[in-house]
């Protein structure tokens, strides 16, 4: 419904940002990293996701397309709530929180608040088995096939392109971003910043 709110940081207050439009204020649930992106009377954009359940209607936002993706791809794990969620992606950035469930750092995901052992275990394990069945989580919110990302990561590039697909990049625009980019001299984290700065840009 919606894709994303465009105002003025009417209130901001833990996980929650509220952004007046056009006189109307849409509370957002959300991350310490977004909120540390704006700033009270200053204008902001939220890119969200609309929850509709049986006990309520609940509106997230998110700084950035790549945190919105993360969090879909979050609650898309069984047993991972929308509080969890938020959590998670409070305890790091989305690259770096792609790049720990690829590659297995439990200990990265159960910095969060509220976030054990077990609900780790099955973020690593649910996200790594989509990406070996070669599907995301589209924007909204459906998943659906075709990253191309089907063995388990052994190398940087592979490890990027697997991070990116988490972050629901499709393969093409992976390559894209990850041509030119200097695969041996760069860490891991690095490659994964810097595809990320070029599909933001482009």
């Avoid at 969090?71 to 969620?85: D, E, T, Y």
């Avoid at 990027?160 to 093409?172: I, R």
């Avoid at 041509?179 to 860490?187: A, F, R, T, V, Y």
């Amino acid at each position: 419904m919606f894709y994303y709110l465009n105002g003025t940081v009417a209130h901001i207050e833990p996980f929650l940002a509220v952004i007046d439009c056009g006189g109307v204020g849409y509370a957002c649930r959300t991350t310490s990293c977004t909120l540390s992106a704006l700033k009270k009377g200053d204008r902001g954009k939220l890119f969200t996701h609309l929850s509709v359940k049986e006990d309520g209607v609940d509106l997230y936002g998110f700084a950035t397309a790549e945190e919105l993706r993360l969090f879909q791809q979050l609650i898309s794990v069984s047993g991972v709530g929308p509080k969890a969620a938020l959590s998670i992606l409070s305890s790091s950035t989305p690259a770096n929180l792609a790049l720990s469930i690829i590659t297995g750092d439990e200990k990265a995901l159960t910095c969060a608040p509220g976030v054990g052992k077990k609900i780790a275990q099955r973020v690593i394990l649910e996200l790594k088995d989509k990406l070996a069945k070669g599907q995301t989580i589209s924007a909204s919110g459906e998943s659906y096939g075709g990253t191309g990302v089907t063995v388990i990561p052994e190398n940087k590039l592979s490890e990027a392109t697997a991070a990116l697909a988490v972050l629901g990049y499709s393969q093409g625009e992976i390559n894209l971003a990850l041509k030119g980019i200097d695969l041996e001299g760069l860490s891991l984290e690095q490659i994964i910043k810097e595809a990320l700065k070029k599909m933001m840009k482009g």
